[in-house]
């Protein structure tokens, strides 16, 4: 492998990982403001993400690439609609983590690596492999018997995995500088943030100014909360392919499987861990799979040069 695509890998590496680990904490953050409703924590979540970015953009001097970014109709249209996927996603994590179901947060993100290979697949060109096939058609069945133990299929789960990877697809055929495509996300949802806050939002806690020092503080640090993770998640998918990507992402639902299990202690029901079950084999394959292929691509790079 040439060393510009080495060290291009191995950067998306460090970013996936610094993404899933920071998004697998983000619950114990989430959780002391738990009183406050979802929709109002995510108007913080855009209003400071937007300052925030708009910050790093100017200190960057990436000015002139956001100029040049926001003056591209058809670029604009694509980010308004990357930009609504990530808004359901932002809602529906922040919902699910205060109100208890953490437990289904964690299914949703063990779920998207696998959905965003297979919409890799569909919409990149990208092929999968017999093992990964198979991994793939393993977390559907997990799946699928929830929904006969059960009788409901995980609304909540799918929701948050169909969001995050189609936003992930979305990005990933953007050729954009991280910054400067979220920014132009997070402005594309900030007058509807503004608009809802300013004249809809009706609670005790909507006026900062009557709020107490501590609470806003952590209110607009919401931004860096939001902000830091996607960054790297955004750098990585300009370093790696999908699939490789996918691989990664089990590091956050599996500290969210942690904090809900042993920390916040939900109910983890029979039906739901033989889904669990089948996701983490499918996950075990997967990724075993993806090290012995590189294994194998590595050793027949090796013997050319020889």
């Given at each position: 492998?040439?060393?510009?695509?080495?060290?291009?890998?191995?950067?998306?590496?460090?970013?996936?990982?610094?993404?899933?680990?920071?998004?697998?904490?983000?619950?114990?953050?989430?959780?002391?403001?738990?009183?406050?409703?979802?929709?109002?924590?995510?108007?913080?979540?855009?209003?400071?993400?937007?300052?925030?970015?708009?910050?790093?953009?100017?200190l960057t001097k990436r000015?002139?690439?956001?100029?040049?970014?926001?003056?591209?109709?058809?670029?604009?249209?694509?980010?308004?609609?990357?930009?609504?996927?990530?808004?359901?996603?932002?809602?529906?994590?922040?919902?699910?983590?205060?109100?208890?179901?953490?437990?289904?947060?964690?299914?949703?993100?063990?779920?998207?690596?696998?959905?965003?290979?297979?919409?890799?697949?569909?919409?990149?060109?990208?092929?999968?492999?017999?093992?990964?096939?198979?991994?793939?058609?393993?977390?559907?069945?997990?799946?699928?018997?929830?929904?006969?133990?059960?009788?409901?299929?995980?609304?909540?789960?799918?929701?948050?995995?169909?969001?995050?990877?189609?936003?992930?697809?979305?990005?990933?055929?953007?050729?954009?500088?991280?910054?400067?495509?979220?920014?132009?996300?997070?402005?594309?949802?900030?007058?509807?943030?503004?608009?809802?806050?300013?004249?809809?939002?009706?609670?005790?806690?909507?006026?900062?100014?009557?709020?107490?020092?501590?609470?806003?503080?952590?209110?607009?640090?919401?931004?860096?909360?939001?902000?830091?993770?996607?960054?790297?998640?955004?750098?990585?998918?300009?370093?790696?392919?999908?699939?490789?990507l996918g691989f990664f992402?089990?590091?956050?639902?599996?500290?969210?499987?942690?904090?809900?299990?042993?920390?916040?202690?939900?109910?983890?029901?029979?039906?739901?861990?033989?889904?669990?079950?089948?996701?983490?084999?499918?996950?075990?394959?997967?990724?075993?799979?993806?090290?012995?292929?590189?294994?194998?691509?590595?050793?027949?790079?090796?013997?050319?040069?020889?």
């Amino acid at each position: 492998m040439p060393t510009t695509e080495t060290n291009a890998l191995r950067g998306g590496i460090i970013f996936a990982i610094c993404a899933y680990t920071m998004w697998g904490i983000a619950p114990l953050y989430f959780k002391l403001i738990d009183h406050i409703d979802a929709d109002e924590i995510l108007v913080h979540r855009v209003v400071w993400s937007t300052v925030l970015l708009m910050l790093i953009v100017l200190l960057t001097k990436r000015w002139g690439s956001f100029v040049a970014t926001i003056t591209q109709p058809k670029i604009v249209m694509q980010l308004t609609i990357s930009a609504s996927f990530l808004a359901v996603n932002w809602f529906l994590f922040i919902w699910a983590v205060n109100n208890d179901h953490l437990l289904d947060a964690s299914l949703g993100y063990y779920i998207n690596p696998l959905l965003s290979v297979a919409l890799g697949v569909v919409f990149l060109g990208e092929r999968l492999r017999f093992w990964q096939l198979f991994a793939v058609g393993l977390a559907f069945i997990g799946v699928m018997i929830q929904l006969i133990m059960v009788g409901s299929v995980p609304v909540i789960s799918l929701a948050l995995a169909g969001t995050f990877a189609t936003y992930g697809l979305l990005r990933k055929k953007l050729p954009l500088d991280s910054f400067v495509g979220l920014l132009v996300e997070s402005l594309m949802m900030l007058p509807i943030a503004l608009i809802y806050w300013l004249v809809f939002l009706e609670t005790n806690t909507n006026n900062m100014f009557e709020n107490a020092m501590s609470l806003n503080m952590i209110l607009i640090c919401t931004g860096i909360v939001t902000t830091a993770p996607l960054l790297c998640f955004s750098a990585a998918t300009k370093r790696m392919t999908l699939t490789a990507l996918g691989f990664f992402q089990y590091i956050g639902p599996s500290i969210m499987f942690v904090l809900a299990t042993f920390y916040y202690q939900e109910p983890l029901y029979f039906a739901k861990l033989i889904t669990f079950a089948c996701i983490w084999t499918a996950l075990a394959i997967f990724s075993f799979d993806s090290v012995k292929t590189r294994r194998k691509a590595a050793k027949l790079a090796a013997t050319k040069l020889i």
